[in-house]
């Protein structure tokens, strides 16, 4: 598993949503069903975001289908960011940076967000696992 971490901005929709229920983004972010992936945390944030979100996800795939199902759900744009914890670092003297970067991200350096995407829309839609957030 992969750690992710959800930048989310408030679009008009999303400020009024939050405005009347004060709980819509943690409803939104609870009904997003994508398997295997797992909510850590969301936080509300001061600053050039409203919420941060992290995530643990099996591959990029995954957690850009998490990120797109949340930002139309809770009336966000989001950024999301594949987090490469500080040990993995260590690795560079020993296997190099392509490597590391390699083994860290699910996806190979250098794909294409488009290529991101296009896989995240063959994912099947059936068989899906809700699960519940604790």
Do not use: C, W
Not at 78 to 97: Q, R, Y
């Amino acid at each position: 598993m992969a750690t992710y971490f959800l930048l989310m901005k408030l679009t008009p929709e999303g400020r009024q949503k939050v405005l009347d229920d004060p709980s819509s983004m943690l409803q939104a972010q609870q009904g997003v069903h994508v398997p295997e992936v797992q909510v850590m945390g969301l936080y509300g944030v001061l600053g050039d975001y409203d919420f941060v979100s992290v995530i643990d996800a099996p591959d990029n795939a995954s957690a850009a289908r998490f990120s797109l199902e949340l930002g139309v759900r809770g009336g966000v744009h989001v950024t999301t960011l594949p987090a490469i914890p500080i040990s993995k670092f260590e690795d560079l003297h020993e296997k190099g940076m392509e490597n590391m970067l390699a083994g860290a991200m699910a996806n190979p350096p250098g794909t294409s967000m488009a290529d991101q995407i296009k896989e995240v829309e063959e994912m099947p839609r059936e068989g899906r696992q809700h699960r519940q957030s604790q």
